[in-house]
């Protein structure tokens, strides 16, 4: 695993003045990199999701071909990420494809690539104290099963709460007060 240190040491000069269109891109962008280093994702197997400042709505902030696509309600009784911001926790789902969800957004091709499915997802809250501000999604994608890799477990679950709850005041101290996607 690779050492969190150094992306917070990044993050202590990046955020140091607060928020700025560049500095929120570059922190999103690099928990991205963080963690598909960390678990050998690709770039489209993170999900970085955002509520507006209601906590009505949940709006993809990363991978970028996803930042206009739409929103998720907070109360969605069919959305993961709505699940586990509600929840409050993270959760590990290596049957993704056999639970109730919301297809519509693994259709969306990003740049070049072709359409696959999210087979496994991991996913947890971003929080500062006791403020959920967004979650973040792990996924293992495959055209079928055999391409998604090994199930996500309960040690991958504690390394993405365990970091991330480092990371989160970073990303909060550059979140834009008005944040909603593209779609404001």
Not at 4 to 18: A, D, H, R, V
């Amino acid at each position: 695993m690779k050492d969190i240190n150094l992306l917070l040491e990044k993050f202590k000069m990046i955020t140091g003045e607060g928020h700025s269109d560049t500095a929120f891109k570059s922190v999103i962008h690099d928990i991205a990199k963080f963690y598909c280093d960390n678990f050998e994702l690709e770039p489209d197997e993170v999900a970085i999701l955002l509520t507006d400042k209601d906590n009505m709505v949940l709006s993809f902030a990363y991978p970028e071909h996803l930042v206009n696509a739409g929103m998720i309600p907070i109360s969605s009784p069919d959305a993961f990420a709505a699940r586990v911001f509600k929840m409050n926790r993270g959760l590990i789902e290596n049957n993704f494809n056999q639970m109730k969800h919301l297809h519509l957004f693994e259709f969306i091709k990003g740049p070049g690539a072709k359409v696959r499915k999210i087979w496994k997802m991991m996913s947890t809250i971003l929080r500062v104290d006791d403020l959920g501000f967004g979650i973040i999604e792990l996924s293992r994608k495959g055209v079928v099963l055999d391409e998604a890799g090994e199930d996500f477990n309960p040690e991958n679950l504690e390394f993405l709460e365990d970091t991330i709850i480092e990371i989160a005041p970073y990303l909060r101290k550059v979140l834009p007060g008005d944040f909603r996607g593209k779609l404001v």
